[in-house]
């Protein structure tokens, strides 16, 4: 009995190197390179992407938050396509506002604009993530959002409110949640044991006044977005957040952006076809099951940073060194060993068969979902932080 548990260790030993050998080949066969030339690429892996994007009418990319080069290889894809929406990780408030004061201001204006709120617009705070946004705006591309308020922007929204709303105390509630949510953002960058305004009771109780006043419906919509966000963070939800972003999806832009060439820019958990890498259902999925139905094929592509350093969400506070041994990616190291100095672009499609017969066997579940959720993984060997400035 003892040879027969010993050969069998053996031999699933042996299997699972094979197994690891196999998935090695297959990563190997779909590597092709590509590198930065003036305000695109040039490259057999960027020809790959290029050729892809232009079919395809649905088109995700999953990325890593906080960088230059991410913006920048957006920036080239959309010189080369004319999408006719954007769809963000910001709110649909948010999202609306940003587009109609990029149309309606000048850059002198805009730039001020920017000063004042740049804090409540997410990744879209950072620079090379705001001159991306401005590109695609005027280029005529509609931009949209589906994601929560996020922390700091209780405060934008308020404001926005306060402009059209014909409650008196309304707007002075509005006004007392613009100053506090400010104060508190000031005190959390000097101090992150420090609160933001929207997770404490103060704003809760101020919400409370707020919907029980008579209020037009714009106004009760965005509140209870509102307390539906501070719900999302209070409670730490995955599953809620998933819940919001794919009833805004559907409540805003479906059906039409899935009939128009879309762009759609995420953090790379909400991009994949089929279960997020953190689990649950995103807006990849239902993009990806919305084309199918229309006999399409969406594009998903993955893009991440190997080595380098990444942006912080707040100003003031110092970037981050990114280890593609630890975090998040680590589970990507067979593409990272495979990246030198290039920017490269690893064909995941040849792959989706054989994990679906079973003939790949891939017991990583972040690399599992990575490779069933995604068309293309794009590392780019060094990158830079994205900054405010």
């Known amino acids: 009995m003892r040879y027969i548990f010993l050969l069998s260790i053996l031999l699933n030993s042996v299997w699972v190197k094979g197994q ?52 920048f290889f957006v920036s080239a894809i959309t010189r080369k396509n004319n ?5 963000i990780e910001v709110d649909p408030y948010s999202a609306n506002l940003l587009e109609k004061k990029i149309l309606s201001l000048s850059e002198v204006d ?17 620079k090379p993530e705001i001159e991306l946004l401005k590109q695609m705006v005027k280029s005529g591309a509609e931009v949209g959002g589906t994601d929560q308020i996020i922390l700091m922007a209780d405060r934008l929204i ?43 009771p103060a704003f809760d109780s101020t919400l409370n006044k707020l919907l029980k006043l008579p209020l037009s419906t714009q106004e009760k919509q965005q509140l209870q977005d509102l307390k539906i966000s501070k719900r999302i963070y209070s409670e730490g939800s995955h599953w809620l957040r998933l819940q919001l972003m794919k009833n805004n999806f559907y409540k805003y832009y479906y059906p039409a952006v899935t009939e128009q060439k879309t762009l759609y820019k995420f953090g790379s958990n909400h991009m994949t076809k089929g279960e997020g890498l953190i689990g649950g259902y995103d807006i990849g999925n239902i993009v990806y099951n919305i084309a199918d139905s229309h006999y399409e094929r969406s594009l998903h592509i ?12 707040f100003k003031g506070l110092p970037p981050s060194k990114l280890d593609p041994n630890e975090g998040d990616l680590k589970s990507l190291k067979l593409f990272f060993d495979l990246t030198d100095k290039e920017w490269t672009c690893f064909d995941l499609t040849k792959m989706h068969r054989p994990l679906r017969r079973g003939e790949l066997k891939v017991d990583d579940l972040s690399m599992r979902r990575v490779l069933q959720g995604f068309d293309y993984l794009i590392v780019i060997p060094e990158v830079t932080a994205a900054t405010f400035d």
């Open 302 to 313: 993955m893009i991440v940073g190997k080595n380098g350093w990444q942006g912080s969400p």
């Open 158 to 200: 308020c404001n926005s409110l306060k402009q059209i709303s014909k409650n008196k105390e309304a707007v002075k509630l509005y006004e007392q949640i613009d100053f506090e949510s400010t104060r508190h953002l000031e005190e959390y960058v000097k101090d992150q044991s420090k609160p933001f305004f929207m997770l404490t």
């Open 110 to 126: 805009f730039k001020l604009f920017n000063e004042q709120w740049q804090s409540t617009f997410s990744f879209y705070a950072l």
């Open 83 to 87: 999408f006719q929406n954007f769809i």
């Open 20 to 71: 690891d050998d196999l998935l090695r080949q297959y990563i190997g066969k779909g590597k092709n390179t590509f590198s930065p030339s003036g305000n695109s690429f040039t490259g057999k892996g960027w020809e790959i992407i290029d050729s892809a994007v232009r079919v395809s009418n649905q088109v995700l990319i999953g990325e890593d938050h906080f960088l230059n080069e991410i913006p």
